[in-house]
C-alpha cells in the first residue's frame, strides 16, 4: 500500500475527506486525516481535544502505482473546491516514502491517531513507559511538563516538522 498526500485549505479536512469517499472508488482509494488526540487542562478541567497533525493535509492510501494513481486521481482533484495540489518530491515521486510511512504508522492507532504517552522523568532524562513515544525517545526534541507536550522531530515528505504531542510525566524521581 502507498500513501498520497494532497495539500488542501486548512480547516477543511473533515469536509474534502467526506467528499472524496464519496466521489473515489472505496475499493482503490482510502481518504484518511492523521489525528493528534491532546490533553489540557482548563479553569481546572482535563479535556481532551482531536485535531489534525497536519494541518491542511489530506492522506489517501492506495494500491496503484504513482503513475496509475495520478491518472486517477488528476480529473478529481480539478473539480474538488478546497483541494490545493497533490504533494510531491518530485516529478517521478510521490508517494510518502516508506520510512517517513512507517514512523507514523508506528506512532499512530488503528484511527490514524496518535495516543498520549506516558513518561517518568529521572534528572533532564525522560523515560517514556508507555504510548506511541515508547522506544522513540531519540525523536523527542522538547518537552512541557506544564502543558503535558512533547515536541517531536518528523520527516513529512522530505521536510522536517515538528509536532507537539501529549504527555503525561506521572512520576518524578530527583
Known amino acids: 500500500m502507498y500513501w498520497y498526500v494532497l495539500s ?3 480547516g477543511m479536512e473533515e469536509k474534502v475527506k467526506k467528499l472524496l469517499n464519496k466521489v473515489l472508488d472505496n475499493d482503490l482509494f482510502i481518504p484518511f486525516i492523521p489525528l493528534l488526540k491532546t490533553v ?7 479535556k481532551y481535544e482531536v485535531k489534525p497533525l497536519f494541518p491542511g493535509y ?11 494513481f495520478i491518472k486517477e ?15 510531491r518530491y518530485s516529478d517521478t515521486e ?7 510511512k512507517q514512523l ?6 488503528d484511527k ?10 529521572e534528572g533532564s532524562k525522560i523515560y517514556i513507559e508507555e504510548g506511541p513515544l515508547k522506544g522513540k525517545e531519540c525523536i523527542i526534541k522538547k518537552v512541557n511538563r506544564h502543558k503535558r507536550l512533547a515536541t517531536i522531530e518528523l520527516n513529512f515528505m522530505g521536510e522536517i516538522r515538528l509536532v507537539s504531542v501529549s504527555l503525561d510525566i506521572i512520576e518524578k524521581i530527583s
Open 8 to 10: 488542501i485549505r486548512t
Open 40 to 46: 489540557f487542562k482548563k479553569q481546572g478541567v482535563i
Open 58 to 68: 489530506i492522506f489517501i492510501e492506495s494500491e496503484l502505482s504513482q503513475s496509475e
Open 73 to 87: 486521481i488528476s480529473e478529481i482533484i480539478s473539480f474538488i473546491d478546497n483541494i490545493n495540489h497533490l504533494l
Open 94 to 100: 510521490i508517494a510518502l516514502r516508506e520510512n517517513e
Open 104 to 109: 507514523l504508522l508506528s506512532l499512530c492507532d
Open 112 to 121: 490514524h491517531c496518535i495516543e498520549s504517552s506516558i513518561a517518568i522523568k
